[in-house]
């Protein structure tokens, strides 16, 4: 009987993780309350990506390169990233707006750059640092 019992515990247990399937994590926006968009509904356009790619003299990517997103006029950094091993940086739902791109580099000259972002993703050309 008790080996029966055993049995029938095993078989439940097996088949109730058998259908077990991984879950989607639900991963909230950032809710930051001094946000200026922590009021925004989600189908407003302010999901539009910048992207670039930052070389040397050479054309070899730059790797680990700060980039820095600020609003035109406001210095104050908005979003920080560094240049992943091919150069390229990304700075994902950004909204309409002007902002001020810095890309520096220990042993390189700084380079800043402005960027008007409409209702589409911006790409911006290959940046050279020297």
């Known amino acids: 009987m008790k080996t029966l019992l055993k049995l029938l515990v095993f078989v439940f247990i097996s088949i109730t993780l058998l259908n077990c399937t991984k879950d989607e994590v ?6 930051d309350s001094s946000s200026e968009n922590f009021y925004k509904h989600s189908d407003e356009d302010d999901d539009i990506p910048i992207r670039g790619k930052v070389v040397n003299s050479t054309g070899m990517p730059i790797i680990s390169a700060v980039v820095d997103l600020s609003l035109q006029g406001n210095p104050s ?22 902002y001020n ?17 409409a209702s589409s993703s911006v790409n911006i050309d290959t940046l050279f640092l020297q």
Do not use: D, M
């Not at 639900?26 to 809710?31: K, R, V």
């Not at 791109?101 to 972002?117: H, L, P, T």
């Open 77 to 98: 950094i908005l979003r920080s990233v560094t240049t992943n091993s091919f150069g390229k940086y990304t700075f994902e739902n950004v909204n309409n707006n002007s």
């Open 26 to 31: 639900f991963q909230p926006a950032n809710l």
């Open 101 to 117: 791109i810095k890309i520096s580099k220990a042993n390189y000259y700084s380079k800043n750059i402005e960027v008007n972002v």
